[in-house]
């Protein structure tokens, strides 16, 4: 049974994005792509439900919950629904991360040049992730 686990006290942060998010993720010492949207949301000072799922459950769930349940059609995590189970479902953890930057009016840059260092920085941390260095 995945764990499940509100993680903060919800601020001005959760009205502009809808709620308390839901972050399903694999439970694997916070070492994916994943991370990086609990790490947004604990800067950002928004409260989450963190949901976990253990390499050996995950299987079992990914076509039930995610594929056919409509969570996401490619099966991968993370997964954040905003609002809570039921709400807006976000996938790619780069792409929400730029999503959630524009709802809440940081973290994106306020001209063209800052954009542009935002998204370096996204994608040097994908070339960490992958060992690319």
């Known amino acids: 049974m995945p764990t499940s686990k509100l993680i903060g006290t919800p601020t001005p942060s959760n009205t502009l994005i809808g709620g308390i998010p839901t972050v399903h993720y694999l439970d694997f010492l916070s070492r994916g792509r994943g991370q990086v949207v609990r ?64 709802m809440l009016g940081a973290y994106d840059g306020v001209d063209a040049g800052e954009r542009y260092w935002v998204d370096r920085i996204c994608d040097i941390a994908i070339d960490c992730t992958y060992g690319c260095f």
């Open 39 to 102: 790490l947004f949301f604990e800067d950002a000072g928004i409260a989450y439900t963190d949901v976990r799922y253990t390499n050996l459950e995950y299987p079992a769930l990914k076509k039930s919950k995610f594929i056919d349940g409509g969570l996401n059609p490619t099966g991968n995590l993370p997964v954040i629904e905003l609002g809570g189970e039921g709400g807006e479902v976000l996938t790619q953890s780069y792409p929400t991360l730029r999503y959630l930057a524009v």
